[in-house]
């Protein structure tokens, strides 16, 4: 067996109808490396068809060909293409012929070529997508995430053919299960030898296993084996031990194949849940501090490059989230791998919708076909993952409560059971959608909602979800779960515990303002096992759902979603470029996770302006800076988060203000003084004592130029990338967030520029230029090899010294 990445060499153009090669006309090829978005580059406009639900992108189809040799040894072989992530309605065909298909744009797939395959000539490979007004947010459009070819034997282990799982584990060994399947596409019955070893981390190969099998022509064969690992590393957050297994598949003596190896990363880790000891991990307790994520990489656009996947996965991680859910659709591989080498903890998730759609042209319309076998792509590339420790079917699905709902809620639960019985099974519930038909009823009846009607309101949602409505109409679905999940139903934490005694919940989704009052509910509940915060990292689409209004902006109009040119739902914890916001340290004070106080200080500019629309998914306007040229002498409010009682503001060691933290929000103090540039102090107490303290500079001048690689040696594939980090500091360097400039980069050598972004939420500029306007004195750039070599970024600012970067691109260690 070979797997060979196939993501060079393709170019995308327009769909060409089959007399293309007669009709003439401009070529309007691009040539691109896999991954790739092919609507990142597209024209924003106001009157796109999907307005700010998918970030003002237009709708668009593609055309993506690759034309290859084929080996003539590869006749009598099979042939598969392995498309991890096509967006969207994927049709795949070689040699202009129709080879396979699938709807979901995020489902892992494979093709049989081999019936289409010419041995020894020249192949030319097609997929075409088509995306619009298919998704509530951005999820841009192509071949998103890696195409892999794989050729076998004709007696071979089977694509995701080998599943690892830990039976148990005991005080002195774990005992594992390797099941393997192998199918005979030849002609005649074959004999071979299966050999399974396993190596621990420390690349010691500490068991192993053989096992004959014959396998009759069109027949398959499973093969158990059971290891016994003696002291073993376990897979946890905190240390996350990874094991390979070799699993080889030879002729017997008399047999003339070649064999195959699969090779197949395994974490050795239980998982189990209960209403009174919460989740497992290795019999450990573990609390799920969540976060819930879209799949694009801002910047890069959908594109899912596994250097992008693991940066984004670990700044999550360093801002103490553990774990991840997956919104609304499956992770891509390249995330979970990083996952599982990081110890962050993952919900993965199926679906947004079932047969009731909430777009025009959204995946309800397929759901009833393909539910069952995007089910089993999402189990199957999931299970060898530790990472991966519950299955969510759905969010936020319309007819959960409706009988028949209930009836399709058991169906894919169970279906993902039979496919994984190792795992839990959730469901992300809104409670409010599940009674939307008799939503006027349950407000008429309760006059404490009635008076919260017309708000965007935490405090609405959760209460709706607590009514008995809710109650009777989405028991049945919930119990068809292993662990239920709410979204803004927090409510219903203490009071499930009496109602249903035997009801595990998560919450799956929060709103990021609450999280003060979230996790002690949390703590105190053993039957609620996390929080999942909307969202941990911004995103594209969902424009301005936690943006601020103000009365004074023209463009004001108290709705939800914001104008043109809004960009991003300005609703992460971690901005676009993954610079961390204010509510990010709020959260790790509330998690017990920093001692330190965290100062911001809201926009100078907005002082004493009317806020018209702040919904809970908002955090303050506010930024954790003390440089605000040209408002020295003005009014400005600060405020501190601290896990304390009290708070003092100093201001070059004299004390400005001093307040009571809490009283407006958990563990958050606010005050009112004037910006004068100097250092401000947050000095924090409890009972009178010291409990922390920290401090912000003011920038002086001259302002320089600072560009900053996370890495800058990269491997020279389509896997790696080197984040440039690009800010205006001071001679001291202080970031300078108050003067922002226009900044332009040249990059030269073995490499491209494959993104340069900001935080910005709202702006006109495009992801594929070379010049960008700072945003609180940031901007990030994203550089991807080209093949290997030296890599050379130059970076510029009007008045400033231009910084050189060099970069080498090497060659990376074969992985066929």
């Given at each position: 067996?070979?797997?060979?990445?196939?993501?060079?060499?393709?170019?995308?153009?327009a769909?060409?109808?089959?007399?293309?090669?007669?009709?003439?006309?401009?070529?309007?090829?691009?040539?691109?490396?896999?991954?790739h978005?092919?609507?990142?580059?597209?024209?924003?406009?106001?009157?796109?068809?999907?307005?700010?639900?998918?970030?003002?992108?237009?709708?668009?189809?593609?055309?993506?060909?690759?034309?290859?040799?084929?080996?003539?040894?590869?006749?009598?072989?099979?042939?598969?293409?392995?498309?991890?992530?096509?967006?969207?309605?994927?049709?795949?065909?070689?040699?202009?012929?129709?080879?396979?298909?699938?709807?979901?744009?995020?489902?892992?797939?494979?093709?049989?070529?081999?019936?289409?395959?010419?041995?020894?000539a020249?192949?030319?490979?097609?997929?075409e997508?088509?995306?619009g007004q298919?998704?509530?947010?951005?999820?841009g459009?192509?071949?998103?995430?890696?195409?892999?070819?794989?050729?076998?034997?004709?007696?071979?282990?089977?694509?995701?053919?080998?599943r690892?799982t830990?039976?148990?584990?005991?005080?002195?060994?774990?005992?594992?299960?390797?099941?393997?399947?192998?199918?005979?596409?030849?002609?005649?019955t074959?004999?071979?030898?299966?050999?399974?070893?396993?190596?621990?981390p420390?690349?010691?190969?500490?068991?192993?296993?053989?096992?004959?099998?014959?396998?009759?022509p069109?027949?398959?064969?499973t093969?158990?084996?059971?290891?016994?690992?003696?002291?073993?590393?376990?897979w946890?957050?905190?240390?996350?031990?990874?094991?390979?297994?070799?699993?080889?598949?030879?002729?017997?003596?008399?047999?003339?194949?070649?064999?195959?190896?699969?090779?197949?990363?395994h974490?050795?880790?239980?998982?189990?849940?209960?209403?009174?000891?919460?989740?497992?991990?290795?019999?450990?307790?573990?609390?799920?501090?969540?976060?819930?994520?879209?799949?694009?990489?801002?910047?890069?656009?959908?594109?899912s490059?596994?250097?992008?996947?693991?940066r984004?996965?670990?700044?999550?991680?360093?801002?103490?989230?553990?774990?991840?859910?997956?919104?609304?659709?499956?992770?891509?591989?390249?995330?979970?791998?990083?996952?599982?080498?990081?110890?962050?903890?993952?919900?993965?998730?199926?679906?947004?919708?079932?047969?009731?759609?909430?777009t025009?042209?959204?995946?309800?319309?397929?759901?009833?076909?393909?539910?069952?076998?995007?089910?089993?792509?999402?189990?199957?590339?999931?299970?060898?993952?530790?990472?991966v420790?519950?299955?969510?079917i759905?969010?936020?699905?319309?007819?959960?409560?409706?009988?028949?709902?209930?009836?399709?809620?058991?169906?894919?639960?169970?279906h993902?059971?039979?496919?994984?019985?190792?795992?839990?099974?959730?469901?992300?519930?809104?409670?409010t959608?599940?009674?939307?038909?008799?939503?006027?009823?349950?407000?008429?009846?309760?006059q404490?909602?009635?008076?919260?009607?017309?708000?965007?309101?935490a405090?609405?949602?959760?209460?709706i979800?607590?009514?008995?409505?809710?109650?009777?109409?989405?028991?049945?679905?919930?119990a068809?779960?292993?662990v239920?999940?709410?979204?803004?139903?927090?409510?219903?934490?203490?009071?499930?515990?009496e109602?249903?005694?035997?009801?595990?919940?998560?919450?799956?989704?929060?709103?990021?303002?609450?999280?003060?009052?979230?996790?002690?509910?949390?703590e105190?509940?053993?039957?609620?096992?996390?929080?999942?915060?909307?969202?941990?990292?911004?995103?594209?689409?969902?424009?301005?759902?936690?943006?601020?209004?103000?009365?004074?902006?023209?463009?004001?109009?108290?709705?939800l979603?914001?104008?043109?040119?809004?960009?991003?739902?300005?609703?992460?914890?971690?901005?676009?470029?993954?610079?961390?916001?204010?509510?990010s340290?709020?959260?790790?004070?509330?998690?017990?996770?920093?001692?330190?106080?965290?100062?911001?200080?809201?926009?100078?500019?907005?002082?004493?302006?009317?806020v018209?629309m702040?919904s809970?998914?908002?955090?303050?306007?506010?930024?954790?800076s003390?440089?605000?040229?040209?408002?020295?002498g003005?009014?400005?409010?600060?405020?501190?988060?601290?896990?304390?009682d009290?708070?003092?503001?100093?201001?070059?060691?004299?004390?400005?203000?001093?307040g009571?933290?809490?009283?407006?929000?958990?563990?958050?103090?606010?005050?009112?003084?004037?910006y004068?540039?100097?250092?401000?102090?947050?000095?924090a107490?409890?009972?009178?004592?010291?409990?922390?303290?920290?401090?912000?500079a003011?920038?002086?001048?001259?302002?320089?130029?600072?560009?900053?690689?996370?890495?800058?040696?990269?491997?020279?594939?389509?896997?790696?990338?080197?984040?440039?980090?690009?800010?205006?500091?001071?001679?001291?360097?202080?970031?300078?967030?108050?003067?922002?400039?226009?900044?332009?980069?040249?990059?030269?050598?073995?490499?491209?520029?494959?993104?340069?972004?900001t935080?910005?939420?709202?702006?006109?500029?495009?992801?594929?230029?070379?010049?960008?306007?700072?945003?609180?004195?940031?901007?990030?750039?994203?550089?991807?090899?080209?093949?290997?070599?030296?890599?050379?970024?130059?970076?510029?600012?009007?008045?400033?010294?231009?910084?050189?970067?060099?970069?080498?691109?090497?060659?990376?260690?074969?992985?066929s």
């Amino acid at each position: 067996m070979t797997i060979t990445s196939f993501t060079d060499g393709w170019i995308v153009r327009a769909p060409r109808g089959p007399f293309a090669a007669v009709q003439g006309g401009a070529d309007d090829s691009v040539a691109v490396t896999l991954p790739h978005d092919a609507l990142r580059d597209a024209d924003r406009s106001a009157d796109a068809p999907a307005k700010g639900g998918a970030a003002y992108f237009p709708a668009g189809a593609f055309s993506y060909v690759k034309t290859f040799e084929a080996p003539g040894a590869w006749a009598g072989r099979i042939v598969r293409l392995e498309v991890q992530g096509a967006f969207r309605h994927a049709m795949v065909y070689l040699n202009d012929e129709f080879a396979g298909n699938r709807s979901d744009g995020f489902a892992r797939f494979f093709v049989d070529l081999t019936p289409y395959l010419r041995a020894g000539a020249t192949n030319t490979l097609r997929i075409e997508v088509r995306s619009g007004q298919d998704s509530r947010w951005y999820a841009g459009a192509g071949l998103h995430r890696p195409v892999l070819l794989h050729v076998d034997e004709p007696t071979h282990i089977v694509p995701d053919g080998v599943r690892i799982t830990t039976v148990r584990i005991e005080d002195d060994q774990a005992v594992l299960e390797v099941v393997t399947t192998v199918a005979n596409r030849g002609l005649t019955t074959r004999s071979h030898v299966l050999t399974t070893e396993l190596t621990s981390p420390a690349s010691v190969v500490v068991e192993q296993d053989r096992t004959p099998v014959t396998v009759a022509p069109g027949g398959t064969a499973t093969i158990r084996q059971r290891l016994y690992v003696q002291d073993p590393a376990l897979w946890s957050v905190e240390s996350p031990s990874l094991y390979t297994a070799q699993t080889t598949l030879a002729p017997a003596a008399d047999e003339s194949d070649a064999g195959s190896t699969v090779h197949t990363v395994h974490g050795i880790r239980t998982v189990t849940v209960d209403p009174r000891k919460g989740l497992r991990i290795n019999g450990e307790p573990v609390l799920l501090r969540g976060a819930c994520i879209h799949s694009d990489n801002g910047p890069l656009g959908a594109a899912s490059i596994a250097r992008a996947e693991e940066r984004r996965m670990q700044l999550l991680k360093d801002a103490g989230f553990n774990a991840i859910r997956a919104a609304h659709n499956p992770a891509s591989p390249a995330m979970l791998d990083a996952c599982d080498r990081l110890g962050m903890l993952v919900m993965d998730e199926a679906f947004d919708q079932w047969h009731r759609g909430k777009t025009t042209f959204d995946p309800s319309l397929d759901f009833e076909q393909w539910w069952r076998s995007d089910l089993e792509s999402m189990v199957d590339k999931d299970v060898n993952h530790p990472s991966v420790i519950m299955y969510s079917i759905g969010n936020e699905i319309v007819e959960v409560g409706t009988p028949h709902g209930a009836i399709l809620a058991r169906e894919l639960a169970e279906h993902v059971r039979a496919l994984d019985p190792t795992r839990p099974v959730t469901n992300g519930v809104n409670a409010t959608l599940s009674v939307l038909d008799e939503l006027d009823e349950i407000m008429a009846s309760d006059q404490g909602l009635n008076e919260l009607m017309g708000e965007a309101g935490a405090n609405m949602m959760s209460l709706i979800g607590s009514s008995d409505a809710v109650t009777t109409r989405t028991e049945e679905s919930s119990a068809a779960l292993d662990v239920l999940g709410l979204n803004y139903a927090d409510g219903r934490y203490a009071s499930d515990a009496e109602r249903f005694p035997h009801r595990v919940i998560v919450g799956s989704e929060t709103f990021p303002t609450q999280i003060g009052e979230l996790w002690p509910l949390v703590e105190a509940n053993p039957n609620v096992i996390g929080d999942f915060t909307w969202t941990g990292w911004d995103y594209l689409g969902e424009v301005g759902i936690g943006a601020t209004s103000y009365a004074e902006d023209p463009e004001a109009n108290g709705a939800l979603e914001r104008e043109f040119p809004y960009l991003t739902a300005w609703c992460g914890d971690l901005d676009l470029t993954g610079w961390r916001r204010p509510v990010s340290y709020y959260r790790e004070i509330v998690f017990g996770r920093r001692t330190e106080p965290a100062i911001a200080v809201l926009r100078p500019e907005r002082h004493g302006q009317t806020v018209t629309m702040q919904s809970p998914w908002a955090w303050s306007d506010s930024v954790d800076s003390w440089t605000w040229p040209g408002f020295e002498g003005a009014p400005v409010t600060v405020e501190v988060a601290a896990d304390a009682d009290e708070v003092a503001l100093l201001l070059d060691g004299t004390e400005v203000a001093r307040g009571q933290v809490g009283a407006r929000r958990p563990m958050l103090a606010s005050f009112e003084t004037v910006y004068r540039p100097g250092t401000l102090e947050a000095v924090a107490y409890r009972s009178g004592a010291v409990v922390g303290r920290t401090a912000l500079a003011s920038a002086t001048s001259p302002t320089q130029l600072v560009a900053t690689a996370d890495r800058t040696v990269i491997r020279a594939d389509d896997t790696d990338l080197s984040f440039v980090a690009i800010e205006l500091r001071d001679t001291a360097g202080v970031l300078v967030t108050g003067a922002d400039r226009q900044v332009s980069i040249d990059v030269s050598g073995a490499g491209v520029l494959a993104g340069f972004g900001t935080g910005t939420p709202s702006t006109t500029e495009r992801f594929d230029a070379t010049t960008r306007t700072t945003f609180d004195g940031r901007a990030l750039a994203i550089i991807r090899p080209t093949g290997p070599g030296s890599i050379t970024v130059t970076v510029s600012g009007a008045g400033l010294r231009d910084v050189v970067l060099d970069l080498e691109a090497v060659e990376a260690p074969s992985t066929s």
